[in-house]
């Protein structure tokens, strides 16, 4: 049991050490900054005694926001405001203590941070290798495709969504055998499409693949214009973004069974439901128009 333990002590001192690593590749000069800005500005608020008790005010303003942030709880956030309140107000504030007060403070601060840092690392990486071994069984390669994965989830031009939901949107695109060429692209779309449509990311990540797999493009260019094509289609339907997914879901046989054409498709679900089909039935409103327009 023992080595066990020293083990799971190694794994978590090598995930402090990669999360500080890539910190400092990201912003050298970070954390020598912050510790000589919060030593300045400590050292211009210990000469007046108004001025520490107004910085520990601000520190407790700010505690208790993210409290209630986290929990949504007014009642335990109202706590924490009136504790701290009394707290800095019953205390004589020396320059020492002010100190001591300000040191302890960031060091909490930088501590919380750096296990929340190692916690999404950790979570990430075996996201990722899950992911990976959908597509190789063997671990020089399993270890290549993670290697890609995570170059996809690090590009910083993808925002909405963060670094745990893009693994697993990327887990579930692996799953789904989407080419990791197109990877790229599709989580791209993903992330726009969950932030403008407030649909949870993994059911957006279906949606996308099941989008891919059916329009089954390789070119880049047709990449991009059929997700184009697909968010017009949902900005201009007459139903919620959860509809038409839906009404795309019971549907999307119809593609793949070649009976209509992906943009005469996306005109028809378009149709369906803005006539007040269920999506349930868009299926059947679709197919028995084609079948018209072929007699």
Not at 22 to 40: D, E
Not at 85 to 102: E, H
Not at 105 to 124: H, R
Not at 240 to 267: N, Y
């Amino acid at each position: 049991m023992a080595k066990k333990t020293g083990q799971t002590f190694l794994q978590v001192w090598k995930g402090l050490i990669d999360v500080l690593a890539a910190s400092y590749k990201l912003a050298p000069c970070l954390v020598i900054v912050m510790a000589l800005l919060i030593a300045g500005v400590t050292a211009i608020v210990v000469l007046s005694t108004k001025a520490m008790v107004a910085t520990v005010l601000l520190l407790v303003l700010g505690a208790t926001i993210v409290v209630y942030a986290t929990t949504h709880q007014f009642g335990e956030a109202t706590l924490a405001l009136v504790a701290g309140i009394l707290t800095a107000y019953g205390v004589q504030w020396t320059p020492n203590r002010f100190i001591g007060f300000v040191a302890v403070w960031a060091t909490f601060c930088f501590v919380a941070l750096m296990i929340a840092s190692i916690k999404i690392a950790s979570a990430s990486e075996s996201i990722y290798r899950q992911a990976a071994i959908a597509y190789a069984p063997s671990l020089e390669e399993r270890q290549a495709i993670e290697k890609q994965l995570k170059a996809i989830g690090d590009d910083k031009q993808i925002e909405g969504i963060g670094p745990i939901e893009r693994a697993e949107v990327l887990r579930q695109f692996s799953y789904r055998k989407i080419p990791i060429e197109v990877m790229p692209v599709a989580l791209k779309a993903c992330a726009m499409l969950t932030v403008i449509t407030q649909i949870d990311h993994l059911e957006m990540g279906k949606f996308i693949a099941d989008v891919f797999k059916v329009f089954d493009f390789v070119d880049q260019e047709l990449q991009s214009k059929i997700i184009e094509l697909v968010f017009q289609a949902i900005q201009t339907s007459a139903v919620p973004p959860a509809d038409f997914i839906s009404g795309f879901e019971h549907s999307r046989h119809l593609i793949l069974s070649r009976a209509i054409g992906p943009v005469e498709f996306l005109a028809a679900l378009n149709l369906a439901l803005q006539a007040g089909t269920p999506p349930n039935d868009c299926a059947q409103v679709i197919s028995a128009s084609v079948n018209t327009q072929e007699k």
